[in-house]
């Protein structure tokens, strides 16, 4: 009877965790949970847990009203990440006990854990964005490692499946800065990055004012062509993939 009633426990456990993570995505990620809905069952609860896992590291940066709380905030995640892979006990946090879960049923890379959380670190100073290359970094460090863990909770481990989420991470990140304009506004920054607006002659107070001149709408385009650049690559290596079954 005991461990019967440890098994239920450890079970109601889980199901709450990941119905607090489905919660959290469906909420703050909308469209990643849509694709969830896609993802076969026995792996969905895995990639569920890392969205999760993205939303509560992504939402810090607006959280906090300091670097150093954010910074703490994150090493909450870095140890949590360091406790799971020590095949230890997580601690009592609906998503970190959902990833402890996963994780360990799913064989997932710590790297790419730890590569997200590395970029959320080095995205606390709210610097402007300089150059296209700072985008593409970021982006693989963040939406293509978040794809990577969904290829592996998966069970794929193919080299052009690798590629095509590398490049559809880049083409993610780039169309959400780009949506994100009226966000940046309010912060006075611009999503465009420095070296694009330098080529244009745009200027970044122009943006922030909300002034779409030529200039600017150049830019922009220049911006969404790369990640239009980027999405055809995806779809090479997905033809590749597949021809090559």
């Known amino acids: 009877?005991?461990?019967?009633?440890?098994?239920?426990?450890?079970?109601?456990?889980?199901?709450?965790s990941i119905d607090y993570c489905v919660d959290a995505v469906r909420k703050h990620d909308y469209e990643h949970y849509l694709c969830a809905l896609l993802v076969p069952r026995g792996a969905r609860d895995a990639v569920i847990a890392i969205r999760a896992f993205n939303v509560e590291t992504s939402q810090i940066r607006d959280l906090v009203t300091d670097r150093q709380t954010g910074?703490?905030?994150?090493?909450?995640w870095r140890d949590t990440i360091d406790t799971i892979?020590?095949?230890?006990?997580?601690?009592?946090?609906?998503?970190?006990?959902?990833?402890?879960?996963s994780i360990r049923r799913r064989k997932m890379s710590k790297m790419w854990f730890t590569k997200l959380l590395d970029a959320r670190e080095t995205n606390l100073a709210d610097l402007p964005i300089q150059y296209t290359k700072q985008v593409e970094e970021y982006a693989e460090n963040t939406n293509s490692a978040?794809?990577?863990?969904?290829?592996?909770?998966?069970?794929v481990k193919d080299v052009n499946a690798d590629h095509a989420a590398s490049h559809l991470?880049?083409?993610?990140?780039?169309?959400?800065?780009?949506?994100?304009?009226?966000y940046y506004r309010s912060r006075?920054?611009?999503?465009?990055?420095m070296d694009i607006l330098l080529r244009h002659r745009a200027s970044q107070e122009d943006f922030i004012r909300g002034n779409m001149t030529a200039e600017l709408r150049e830019a922009s385009f220049d911006l969404a062509s790369l990640a239009n650049t980027h999405l055809l690559k995806?779809?090479?290596?997905?033809?590749i993939s597949v021809i090559c079954v």
């Open 234 to 239: 995806v779809w090479i290596f997905l033809y």
């Open 169 to 182: 991470g880049k083409a993610e990140t780039i169309a959400m800065l780009l949506r994100a304009s009226s």
């Open 85 to 101: 892979f020590k095949d230890e006990r997580a601690p009592d946090h609906p998503v970190a006990m959902a990833l402890a879960h």
């Open 71 to 76: 910074k703490m905030r994150l090493q909450f």
């Open 188 to 193: 006075r920054q611009t999503c465009i990055p």
């Open 146 to 155: 978040l794809l990577y863990l969904t290829l592996e909770s998966l069970g």
């Open 1 to 16: 009877m005991r461990l019967s009633r440890c098994y239920f426990s450890a079970r109601n456990s889980a199901k709450s």
